[in-house]
């Protein structure tokens, strides 16, 4: 009897604590303004965070047709439905790091960079473990 409450109060704690997320408004969705929208030019500027592989950046929201076609073929991919955008995540998996792309406004993008082994980091010093 015992077990069966802690098992229950256990699982209640799990919903409880899995619904108290904090609602997002609109204005903390919002991309920061120094970003540039991948509409308007094919290579953004970069001041924020971004990868660099030889002569290539990718950073997040550029032209994932650009990005994908300058890397080499993925070592694998996967797509699920999407919970944050309307249709599907596409993950594309590297050596060292994924890519995930979906669609915005009609616009395949980059919408989040994955640093899967610590032999990777990027410019700016982030890396695997990073803990600051």
Request: hydrophobic letters at 40%; a negative charge.
């Amino acid at each position: 009897m015992k077990k069966k409450l802690i098992i229950f109060c256990l699982f209640a704690l799990l919903i409880v604590s899995a619904c108290g997320a904090q609602e997002r408004t609109s204005e903390q969705a919002k991309p920061p303004a120094t970003m540039t929208p991948v509409q308007e030019t094919a290579m953004p500027a970069y001041e924020k965070l971004y990868i660099q592989l030889g002569d290539l950046r990718i950073g997040i929201f550029d032209d994932a047709n650009i990005v994908l076609s300058a890397l080499p073929p993925p070592i694998g991919t996967f797509e699920a439905e999407s919970c944050a955008y309307q249709g599907m995540d596409s993950f594309y998996y590297y050596d060292g790091f994924q890519l995930m792309v979906n669609e915005i406004d009609g616009a395949r993008q980059v919408t989040s960079i994955g640093i899967k082994d610590d032999l990777f980091k990027t410019p700016q010093g982030v890396r695997f473990g990073l803990s600051r």
